[in-house]
């Protein structure tokens, strides 16, 4: 059962453009939710992460928004910049702290077009 | 801050033959760490949290004996992919995050090819 679902598995986006990326979750335990990117052999990077106590959460290029009814996250890159061409995972866990597991969800792969 | 290594970068390996891949928090004390393992084009798969100081916590389907992990330090967490087979060939991943922070961070990975 997968609990973090990504059901895009691409994107294509011009340079200069929004880029919009989705999540979904089932487990209403999560709440708190990571998005992380991750270029070929390498380890993912931590780009942004949201509580559950916002909807909203914004650095630099990269915002996420939080809809807890709907159990679905989102993050903006704009203006989106080649190279943010990567892979992108959503994880969530149920609670704080790092020594909490995260749940991945199976990636999107976005490529902005120059 | 938060920089978490890993080495080897890669290996290959003979099969049967044991590997050893590190896991190093650089700069904070990580009472756990998180090993994965990505196939090509899948997700991360969480095998194991590592605890400093006591034994692994494995997930579901992954074999504790066959992938060893000690977590002898604050620091550090070793992954031993004991009598590897083709089929062990992955890139493993390992995390950590700072007590107080709520994000993991992730080593660059180790890609293991063993033929």
């Known amino acids: 059962d997968q609990q973090v679902k990504q059901n895009s598995p691409s994107l294509s986006v011009q340079e200069g453009r929004i880029s919009i990326l989705n999540c979904d979750y089932t487990?209403?335990?999560?709440?708190?939710f990571l998005w992380y990117k991750k270029y070929p052999a390498e380890g993912p990077t931590f780009l942004i992460s949201?509580?559950?106590?916002?909807d909203k959460n914004e650095d630099g290029r990269f915002t996420v928004f939080l809809n807890k009814s709907a159990k679905h996250l989102s993050l903006h890159i704009v203006p989106s910049q080649p190279g943010d061409s990567a892979v992108y995972f959503c994880?969530?866990?149920?609670?704080?702290?790092?020594?909490?597991?995260?749940?991945f969800g199976k990636g999107i792969t976005l490529s902005v077009r120059p | 801050g938060a920089v978490v290594s890993q080495h080897p970068s890669w290996v290959i390996c003979k099969s049967g033959t044991s590997v050893k891949i590190e896991c190093r928090s650089l700069?904070?004390?990580?009472?756990?760490m998180f090993w994965y393992r990505q196939f090509p084009k899948q997700s991360l798969m969480l095998m194991a949290t590592?605890?400093?100081?006591?034994?692994?916590?494995?997930e579901q389907g992954v074999e504790k004996d066959k992938f060893l992990i000690n977590h002898a330090s604050l620091t550090l967490s070793t992954l031993t992919v004991t009598s590897a087979h083709p089929e062990d060939s992955s890139f493993y991943i390992c995390?950590?995050?700072?007590?107080?922070?709520?994000?993991?961070?992730f080593g660059p990975g180790t890609r293991l090819t063993v033929l």
């Open positions: 995390s950590a995050g700072p007590s107080g922070r709520h994000e993991q961070f």
């Open positions: 487990n209403s335990m999560f709440d708190y």
């Open positions: 949201i509580s559950s106590i916002k």
């Open positions: 994880a969530a866990t149920p609670r704080t702290g790092a020594n909490s597991k995260l749940t």
């Open positions: 700069d904070f004390q990580a009472t756990t």
């Open positions: 590592s605890n400093e100081g006591s034994k692994a916590t494995y």
